[in-house]
Structures are given as C-alpha cells and as structure tokens.
T-cell receptor, first 113, second 112 residues
Framework: SQQGEEDPQALSIQEGENATMNCSYK?????LQWYRQNSGRGLVHLIL?????REKHSGRLRVTLDTSKKSSSLLITASRAADTASYFC?????????????FGKGTRLHILP | EAGVAQSPRYKIIEKRQSVAFWCNPI?????LYWYQQILGQGPKLLIQ????????DSQLPKDRFSAERLKGVDSTLKIQPAKLEDSAVYLC??????????FGPGTRLLVL
C-alpha cells in the first residue's frame, strides 16, 4: 500500500525558477523523507524531517511538514537542468520501525533550458 | 566510500524461467533492503535484513520470491518461476541508521 501521494504528478518549469512539490499522507508518522531519482544517479536520499519538526533546509532544498494536515512540501530554489528527475516522498508510520518507509508514486520534474 | 553494488544491470528472461540478483551493500551497513519498482510507481519494500536475519518480509511473494543474506554482507534475491508482472526494477539499499537509505543502481528485469 502507498502511504504518500505526491502532487503534481508532473511539473515543467524554466531553469532558475523555484519548484514546489507536495506530499499528502494518511496515517500519523515518525518521519518523512524525500528522495530523488534520475537515470544517471539512481535513487538518492535528500532530506529527512521528523514529526516534531516543521521545516528543514539543505542547500537549495527546503522541506516543510504540517502534521495537522498530514502534508509536506519540497521546495527547490533556483532550479538547474540537473534537478530534472522524479521526486518521491517516503513516510515511516507511527508505531512502525523508523526505517520501514513507504514511497509515494512521485512527481516528475522537468527543468526547461 | 563505495556505493551499493548490484548485478546484473539488465536481465531479459521468459516467463516461468528463474532469475537471481546480487547486491553488495556499503561496508559496515547492517541493514539491507530489497525493493521492487514498477514503471511509474515508487519503490515497494520486498524484504529487509538486519545483519543476516530477516526483519520484514511481509510483502515478499514467498511462493516465487526468495532472498538470503549470508554472513550479513552480500545478498541475493531470486525469482522462480518468473511471471510477466515481475517486470520491474529491483533496487537494493543499505543503511547504518534510520535516517536515510543508500540505493544501488538497480537491476532492470523484463519478463517476456
């Protein structure tokens, strides 16, 4: 079963613009993680945010978590061609092991030159 | 640091044949995962090992899939016999702590 659902399914933006992707989930969580997948580098862990955190930054990435709405967003600022990839959120459900994560279907991001 | 290694990268077989995938995790990582990723979907956990013991295999179709991790290092995942719906990318990941898993390049399987 898939816990997280990303929105939109696909997104195309101009290089230099900001990209925002959203993830909604159904049950309470221990943590939420974002991953990137492209053909060149495979699936790569980007950032983890715990249920008691509201915002985290890593370079050009900003992740927010709203547990009352059961949603998270991933913002990529000043996008680059290399950011073209699929982005997945993955959730660790409350009461489960921290490392048992369930992936959503992903958002396909395409950066236009 | 060397990443997670997987082989083969690609495999084409006919239905009812058997196939095996190999994974070598990052050195020192006690936890190893096998995921199945069908085109257009996110990865789905098949089995998780902690050292050489199985932690979770609730989503593994045990009538046809098997996996082992001898000596707590390398792991193999086998499908016997394969079905058309097994066509997918099989990803191996490893971790030393809960905060983030490191994935290999995957094995792309096509069952004809």
């Amino acid at each position: 079963s898939q816990q997280g659902e990303e929105d939109p399914q696909a997104l195309s933006i101009q290089e230099g613009e900001n990209a925002t992707m959203n993830c909604s989930y159904k049950t309470s969580i221990n943590n939420l993680q974002w991953y990137r997948q492209n053909s060149g580098r495979g699936l790569v862990h980007l950032i983890l945010i715990r249920s008691n955190e509201r915002e985290k930054h890593s370079g050009r990435l900003r992740v927010t978590l709203d547990t009352s709405k059961k949603s998270s967003s991933l913002l990529i600022t000043a996008s680059r061609a290399a950011d073209t990839a699929s982005y997945f959120c993955a959730t660790a459900a409350l009461g489960n092991r921290d490392d048992k994560i369930i992936f959503g279907k992903g958002t396909r991001l395409h950066i236009l030159p | 640091e060397a990443g997670v290694a997987q082989s083969p990268r690609y495999k084409i077989i006919e239905k009812r044949q058997s196939v095996a995938f190999w994974c070598n995790p990052i050195s020192g990582h006690a936890t190893l995962y096998w995921y199945q990723q069908i085109l257009g979907q996110g990865p789905k956990l098949l089995i998780q090992f902690q050292n050489n013991g199985v932690v979770d295999d609730s989503q593994l179709p045990k009538d046809r899939f098997s996996a082992e991790r001898l000596k707590g290092v390398d792991s193999t995942l086998k499908i016997q016999p394969a079905k058309l719906e097994d066509s997918a990318v099989y990803l191996c990941a490893s971790s030393s702590r809960p905060s983030g898993q490191y994935f290999g390049p995957g094995t792309r399987l096509l069952v004809l």
